[in-house]
Structure formats: C-alpha cells, structure tokens
C-alpha cells in the first residue's frame, strides 16, 4: 500500500508543508490561487525534463513519490517547505487530482472569492464541478480561511 501525503502546519510566525505525491496546495492571493507543491508524478517529471512528446503519452497520474510503496526510494522527492513567514495569507486550499485535474482554475478562483456561500457550500459547488467533468478519481478539497 502507498499513498500521497500532503500536510500543514500553520502558526502565526510561519507556515510549513510536507508534501509526497500529486495533492497540490495553492495559496489564496486576493481571488488568485497559487500553487505551492510540484506534482511528483511521471508526466511532471517529463515535463520539466523537456520530453514533452513523452509527457503527452504518458499515464498522467503515476506518481513517483508517495508515502510507503515498500520502497525507500519513493520517498526521494518529500518536500518539507516552509512557504511564509511572519504575514499568514489569507487561505488556502488543498485537492486531490480528482479535483484539480477537472477543474478549471478560473472556476476555483471565481468560486473561492465568492462572499454569498460558505465554504461547505464552495466545496459542494466545486466537487459538483469535478463530477460534471466526469471526474471518477477521489475528489478531495480543504479549504482554509
């Protein structure tokens, strides 16, 4: 068994991420998303490797660092970042690639920057928009204010 790990520790001095597999977490700046984590997966390696003809062809979800495996190697690309210190942003939100492989960014941006719902009800909105766009993977979201 194996898994991708992502986590965060949040003070008001600093923000830390571990972070092993194709979770992401982005940072809310004003009504735009950030993305902090790189995806550990073959076609991000491919990609900032320059084989893109490689990257197109290849299984879009392998991942090539996660938590157990019973490999030590699978561990080789852990990030442990801290990603602020001393002015906490705003929010944050953390997803699956059930959720950020079939959402559209301009989609979360516009859906975390609304006022009028809370942010149950801006996940529900979200996961519905994944499974229009017949996400079958884990849909997974956290939002942090």
Known sequence: MATTFTAMIISAEKGIFAHAGNTRICQLNGSYLKQ??????MYQYLLDTGNFEGAENCNRNMINSCLGGGRDDYLRNLDVKAFYEEKIP????????GIHEYVDLDFLEDTLS???????DKTDLIIK????NNSEDDKSIVIIK
């Open 90 to 97: 705003s929010g944050f939100i953390m997803t699956s690639d």
């Open 36 to 41: 902090l984590t790189d995806d550990h997966t």
């Open 129 to 132: 928009e994944a499974l229009k």
């Open 114 to 120: 609304r006022s009028d719902i809370s942010e149950l």
